[in-house]
T-cell receptor
Framework: ETGVTQTPRHLVMGMTNKKSLKCEQH?????MYWYKQSAKKPLELMFV???????ENNSVPSRFSPECPNSSHLFLHLHTLQPEDSALYLC????????????????????FGPGTRLLVL | EDQVTQSPEALRLQEGESSSLNCSYT??????LFWYRQDPGKGPEFLFT???AGEEKEKERLKATLTKKESFLHITAPKPEDSATYLC?????????????FGAGTRLFVKA
């Protein structure tokens, strides 16, 4: 148990549906992340939040919309997805956001949740 | 272009047969290199962070080393429960910006 939970664990949706993925971290961390893991492809960083503010957006289609209401919760709102969006969506958190001037430490280490397996039909 | 390459893609070992996994990288402004283990259907599990060339970290049968161009994950006398995908990630950037780049992973199979 890493202290990062994700719901639902599995989701099947049609291309016209709207759904949301939820991530919650119980570690007191300040930074949270969304990743996409597709079959046979490296992990792709989608969104980064630090203290509830988005700090990085890696050219992600607008059909993915993140929300971070507080430092413990992160959502990924999904609408009009495509079949190629089917993947494992992973949430992670870290004590600090990399890039903040600080002594090298484990505070930038990311702890991952179990992921949501998404299938878009 | 920043890049992280892991080799081999897959590695099959007999129980007790020691070996190494490689992670080579080309990035600007290395901040840290991470090793993770990922079991099927689960999120990655943190193993090590290395920050500077020459640094080494150990955990049970695993030992990670770092040079200016690559990192090795040495597995000594592996057991079947060490079977998993091992991911390498590099955090890089300067000033206030950063990025994290993952390699494609090495799938390790250890046979009893």
């Amino acid at each position: 148990e890493t202290g990062v939970t994700q719901t639902p664990r599995h989701l099947v949706m049609g291309m016209t549906n709207k759904k949301s993925l939820k991530c919650e971290q119980h570690l007191g961390h300040n930074a949270m992340y969304w990743y996409k893991q597709s079959a046979k492809k490296p992990l792709e960083l989608m969104f980064v939040y630090s203290l509830e503010e988005r700090v990085e957006n890696n050219s992600v289609p607008s059909r993915f919309s993140p929300e971070c209401p507080n430092s413990s919760h992160l959502f990924l709102h999904l609408h009009t997805l495509q079949p190629e969006d089917s993947a494992l969506y992973l949430c992670a958190s870290s004590q600090e956001l990399a890039g903040v001037p600080s002594q090298p430490s484990y505070q930038e280490t990311q702890y991952f949740g179990p992921g949501t397996r998404l299938l878009v039909l | 272009e920043d890049q992280v390459t892991q080799s081999p893609e897959a590695l099959r070992l007999q129980e007790g047969e020691s070996s190494s996994l490689n992670c080579s990288y080309t990035v600007s402004g290395l901040r840290g290199l991470f090793w993770y283990r990922q079991d099927p259907g689960k999120g990655p599990e943190f193993l090590f962070t290395l920050y500077s060339a020459g640094e080494e970290k150990e955990k049970e049968r695993l030992k990670a080393t770092l040079t200016k161009k690559e990192s090795f994950l040495h597995i000594t006398a592996p057991k079947p429960e060490d079977s998993a995908t091992y991911l390498c990630a590099v955090q890089a950037g300067m000033g206030g910006g950063f990025k994290t780049i993952f390699g494609a992973g090495t799938r390790l199979f250890v046979k009893a």
